[in-house]
């Protein structure tokens, strides 16, 4: 019925008549922005933030000894050098999620991320290919091999995926650095104990494999709302004029409040209302006397005998 209204031009107004005179209204604070700065009410959620994605496509970068996001370790057990033919996964310390082909994809090209997690290492097999997926030999000879399809790990310029092996293919021999940040676990910096795992950098033609995992940034401050925009976090405010609620009502009007479970001072031809931030506050209007709520009662076809059952 309404949109764009309110203390913080952010209120909208739902309408649905009930009957018997009666309208229901739904006042809605979708406030989202600071209309006097135009800044989020509620600061971004980055991705790491949130918890979940915090990797993203693996590539190769720049080695860099101070960066957590260059730093492996394999998961299949946590002190165990590189060594061949060893079936495990490749864990990120920056993103703490592992080594993926994306979407399970067996064609060659397919790509390789850390956003999905850690899957646990198949006990037998592959039931199927993406139980599997996320599970990595490690040859001697340099080639990192997919569990789930034979596939290489193969350097194509900067980006990685996953290709069928080539003993001439420079861009699949990789060889495994102790990092030299690799005593500073997440475990550890934080708390000061002893690093939870080895960490490798893993590296091809001079450069390291990058999961682009970075800290999420410190959220931006909000600036404080000027008047007459609302609080952050705090309620919107509207004065609704009953005519542009087409209540069809005449004179003064009964209000009941749902979610207080109770009637307010009837309205005669405005009403004032605070809707928390976020929040809601559900009306019902109805002419004056009316009672609430109807008392329930049976149409008058349901009160008619019914005809006798023939047999």
């Given at each position: 019925m309404l949109a764009g209204v309110g203390s913080n031009k952010q209120i909208e107004v739902w309408t649905k008549p009930l009957g018997d005179g009666r309208t229901a209204a739904l006042i809605v604070n979708t406030a989202k922005v600071n209309m006097a700065t135009g800044a989020p009410t509620e600061p971004a959620v980055s991705r790491a933030q949130a918890g979940s994605g915090r990797g993203g496509p693996i590539m190769m970068s720049a080695c860099d000894p101070k960066s957590d996001s260059q730093v492996w370790s394999l998961s299949a057990n946590p002190n165990a050098t590189w060594s061949n033919g060893k079936v495990t996964n490749v864990k990120g310390l920056a993103s703490n999620a592992c080594w993926e082909i994306t979407g399970c994809n067996e064609k060659p090209g397919a790509g390789i991320g850390t956003g999905y997690g850690c899957k646990g290492l198949p006990k037998s097999g592959c039931a199927n290919p993406c139980g599997c997926n996320g599970a990595w030999q490690l040859q001697s000879n340099g080639t990192i091999v997919s569990f789930m399809d034979g596939a290489c790990l193969t350097n194509t310029g900067g980006h990685l995926s996953t290709d069928p092996c080539d003993s001439s293919n420079k861009g699949q021999i990789f060889k495994a650095v102790p990092h030299k940040n690799a005593s500073f676990s997440a475990v550890g910096r934080a708390s000061g104990k002893p690093p939870q795992s080895?960490?490798?950098?893993?590296?091809?033609?001079?450069?390291?494999?990058?999961?682009?995992?970075?800290?999420?940034?410190?959220?931006?401050?909000?600036?404080?709302?000027?008047?007459?925009?609302?609080?952050?976090?705090?309620?919107?405010?509207?004065?609704?004029?009953?005519?542009?609620?087409?209540?069809?009502?005449?004179?003064?009007?009964?209000?009941?409040?749902?979610?207080?479970?109770?009637?307010?001072?009837?309205?005669?031809?405005?009403?004032?209302?605070?809707?928390?931030?976020?929040?809601?506050?559900?009306?019902?209007?109805?002419?004056?006397?009316?009672?609430?709520?109807?008392?329930?009662?049976l149409p008058a076809w349901m009160k008619k005998k019914p005809p006798p059952v023939q047999t």
């Open positions: 080895a960490g490798f950098s893993v590296q091809n033609g001079g450069k390291c494999v990058d999961d682009q995992a970075r800290p999420a940034p410190a959220p931006t401050p909000v600036p404080p709302c000027v008047p007459p925009a609302c609080t952050p976090g705090g309620p919107g405010r509207v004065t609704l004029k009953l005519a542009d609620l087409k209540l069809g009502i005449k004179g003064p009007v009964k209000v009941r409040s749902l979610w207080d479970k109770k009637d307010l001072p009837n309205a005669l031809a405005t009403i004032d209302v605070s809707v928390p931030h976020h929040g809601c506050t559900f009306l019902v209007f109805m002419p004056l006397g009316s009672k609430w709520p109807l008392p329930f009662e």
